[in-house]
């Protein structure tokens, strides 16, 4: 078994959908980003590649490549779990937490879990994802943006 973890953060900005998860979430700014911005997903895909000792999503989908831009989180994902795949791995389990002042997130949360199950190719039950204020401080108590974090652990399959 092997661990990864991932970290990121996006700022809001207005004109643009909030996406978290894979899920649109009805706020009045979204986050500034090269694909969607979703930023749990791609704290997801950094713990499976750090897992799977396959460098970071900046590696595998560069902000400076064109096909990226707006693109699906969830679709990069399935990438991410292909990479891991043929490197011999299988996920076993993630467990995130996605960090913002505002908005509330609890009643998106269990469809975040099943789209995040669904492209990884794993029960639900496999699937962690939490939700927390700074309680005011920093960045994320400012309002400015939103950040995640995750923990993946992966297992090895055979080739």
């Known amino acids: 078994m092997r661990f ?3 970290y990121d953060v996006h700022k809001f900005v207005k004109g ?25 997903i791609h704290a997801v895909m950094d713990a499976l590649l750090g897992a799977a000792a396959l460098r970071d999503i900046g590696y ?8 990226y831009k707006d693109a699906d989180s ?14 011999g791995f299988k996920v076993n389990n993630v467990d995130a937490t996605i960090m913002c ?28 994802v939490k ?13 400015e943006g939103i950040a995640a974090m995750a923990v993946a652990s992966v297992t090895e399959t055979e080739l």
Do not use: C, W
């Open 74 to 87: 969830t679709v990069l994902l399935k990438e991410v779990v292909k990479k891991i795949q043929g490197k």
């Open 101 to 128: 002042q505002k908005p509330r997130l609890a009643g998106a949360i269990p469809r975040m879990v099943k789209i995040l199950a669904e492209a990884m190719g794993v029960q639900e039950s496999q699937v962690n």
């Open 16 to 40: 643009r959908a909030l996406v978290l998860g894979g899920v649109k979430i009805d706020y009045a700014r979204g986050l500034e980003g090269h694909s969607d911005a979703d930023v749990l």
């Open 131 to 143: 939700a927390t204020t700074t309680e005011g401080l920093g960045f994320v108590g400012r309002e």
């Open 4 to 6: 990864g973890i991932g």
């Open 60 to 67: 595998h989908f560069p902000d400076s490549d064109k096909q």
